[in-house]
């Protein structure tokens, strides 16, 4: 297979990591990179050999780049995938996917016939994941009740450089830890389920960072750092979410999704000596467990498994493990979290 000639916009730490993962991807070869910052992309140039450019949308109208990973923050992305897709480049667009539905509904109008991937696909390339989408297309779990997602994670000690300005600010990023990290737990578990799921109406409640930590983030920080949603969706299942970061309590995580014949207690992030139990329903002893999966997860094939997904949706013609249809169900979702927070009732999913 012919590598797919990339171009990485945006050279900060996301960028950094897709660039360092494209060189040992045989499927994807780097041909140029652009970033605001010159140094930055100067240095990611050398590593890859290849052309710098600093506004994206020069990179963009690289005759030589077929497909462009846009890694900057969300604030500007969508004006540059629809320049990409305007001049024939398939993309890969980093998460959140857009500030809002309706720029995701712009960047859909504009596709085409070119493949849009979005990078909140990651943690569903991870091999627990994969069998756990099999266990749950096989039927294994009966019909679907109920999703769950919560993950808190707790206040470190202060920084001694403040994190990034776009990341809890919503007029950059769209908002706060939902966009950033909520976007990963819903597309994990509407991707486990193979998107069957359909939400319909949304009750949720999101807070900002306690005061004790204000000190912790970058000046005039507002967007939300815990929030708890609840969304009902078609065929009587129930989706709950719960996100936080500067949490003043202990580390919490667990994904689980439950059936009228048997569940699953899931863990979205890589660790060794990962095991993925059955538990069925069972007439005589209540509940037996059954094994599914074990071995061990990185980092890396979170990374890895975004690249070789765009890759092979370009060279043999298929969709990529979230398009851009996913991605608005799951913005859509996020959206109406912030609209029912923000009204104090229950908001219907557009």
């Known amino acids: 297979m012919e590598p797919v000639r990339l171009g990485i916009v945006g050279c900060g730490v996301i960028g950094s990591v897709h660039l360092s993962t494209a060189l040992e991807v045989p499927q994807v070869r780097v041909v140029a990179v652009a970033d605001l910052i010159e140094e930055k992309g100067r240095a990611n140039g050398e590593q890859a050999g290849c052309r710098v450019y600093r506004e994206g949308a020069d990179l963009v109208r690289d ?34 996917i857009a500030m809002n539905a309706g720029e995701v509904e712009r960047i859909i109008a ?68 939902l966009m950033n990290w909520g976007c990963y737990d819903l597309d994990y578990l509407l991707g486990l389920t193979g998107w069957s799921v359909v939400p319909r109406l949304v009750l949720a409640r999101t807070w900002g960072v306690p005061e004790t930590y204000r000190p912790h983030l970058a000046p005039d920080s507002e967007a939300e750092t815990h929030l708890t949603a609840f969304v009902q969706c078609e065929d009587d299942i129930a989706l709950t979410l719960e996100r936080s970061e500067y949490t003043a309590g202990h580390f919490d995580g667990v994904w689980q999704i439950i059936g009228d014949r048997g569940s699953l207690l899931l863990n979205l992030l890589p660790a060794e000596g990962k095991e993925l139990w059955l538990e069925i329903a069972d007439p005589e002893q209540g509940v037996v467990k059954e094994l599914i999966w074990s071995g061990d997860e990185n980092w890396a094939t979170l990374s890895i498994g975004l690249l070789q997904d765009l890759a092979a949706a370009l060279r043999e013609g298929h969709d990529p493990a979230t398009t851009l249809e996913h991605a608005l169900v799951v913005q859509k979702i996020t959206d109406a979290v912030y609209a029912s927070a923000r009204e104090g009732k229950a908001v219907e999913v557009g």
């Open 110 to 177: 504009a596709r085409g016939d070119r493949v849009a991937a979005c990078c909140s696909a990651r943690h569903r390339f991870q091999p627990s994941a994969q069998a756990t989408t099999r266990v749950i297309a096989a039927g294994r779990l009966g019909r679907l009740r109920s999703l769950h997602g919560r993950f808190l994670s707790s206040a470190r000690p202060r920084p001694e450089k403040m994190p990034c300005e776009w990341r809890l600010k919503a007029a950059l990023n769209g908002g706060g830890i």
């Open 63 to 96: 005759p030589e780049v077929e497909a462009v990973i846009l890694a900057f923050p969300a604030q500007h992305r969508t004006v540059l995938a629809l320049d990409a897709l305007a001049q024939g480049k398939h993309v890969l667009i980093e998460k959140p």
